[in-house]
């Protein structure tokens, strides 16, 4: 790895919460640690249940982290950009991976063994706070997801996602796609192709080429009960 590769590493890891207590010289010397690893499109980063506790942090590319049903249907948990980490659980507790992680384009990561985790969060107790209080959000988070799918329809839950797509650089991109967004949503493509129509018909977006652009925020927060 090069010292540009260290810079760039050491920049995304003062964006994650759990190591921006540390200086930038010990986020450095973190960084010339980690592993670099390329994987394709549609390629498996790992599967569900495997024992690979490693922390991982994303450089470029989008990653999917999702559990598939016994009849083999995906629901996507998350949808991850650049800078997105990813089995921070399995890091942080040693147990197995809680979901299967796979590229959705071609993707370039780090990563963190969870011995050299284990070390930072022992050795600082401020990234252990960071960490905990990490976790507490995502656990608000899925708690939200969970009320969404069972609560709201599909038109209001695309609402929601586009809106938080508009904020959230990591939910766009050419990984993104109808079929991804009916994974997350827990619907079908068609589904999904449907309600941006109806959407677009009613003026509270538009479609440029294969991007979807909001045209009045007021009508889709309202469409998304915000």
């Known amino acids: 790895m090069t010292q540009a590769d260290l810079t760039v590493l050491a920049e995304h890891l003062s964006n994650i919460p759990y190591f921006a207590p540390l200086s930038s010289g010990e986020r450095h010397a973190l960084a010339a640690r980690a ?39 995906e629901y996507i948990l998350h949808l991850l950009g650049p800078g997105g980490v990813f089995n921070d659980v399995a890091a942080l507790d040693g147990g197995p991976t809680p979901a299967n992680a796979i590229a959705m384009t071609l993707v370039t990561v780090w990563s963190l063994s969870p011995a050299l985790v284990r070390e930072v969060i022992e050795r600082h107790p401020a990234v252990a706070q960071a960490a905990i209080e990490t976790l507490t959000g995502r656990v608000r988070a899925l708690n939200r997801q969970l009320e969404d799918l069972t609560l709201y329809p599909v ?20 990984g993104i796609t109808r079929a991804a967004i009916a994974g997350h949503l827990n619907t079908t493509p068609e589904t999904i192709s449907r309600v941006l129509a109806k959407l677009q018909d009613a003026g509270a977006i538009r479609f440029d080429r294969h991007r979807i652009l909001i045209t009045d925020r007021d009508m889709l927060r309202s469409i998304a009960a915000l």
């Open 35 to 73: 592993g670099f690893y390329t994987f394709a499109a549609d390629e498996v980063i790992f599967l569900e249940g495997e024992k690979h506790s490693s922390l991982w942090i994303i450089e470029d590319g989008s990653v999917k982290i999702a559990k598939l049903s016994p009849e083999g249907s």
């Open 155 to 174: 038109l209001v839950r695309l609402a929601r996602f586009l809106i938080a797509q508009a904020e959230d650089p990591s939910l766009s991109g050419p």
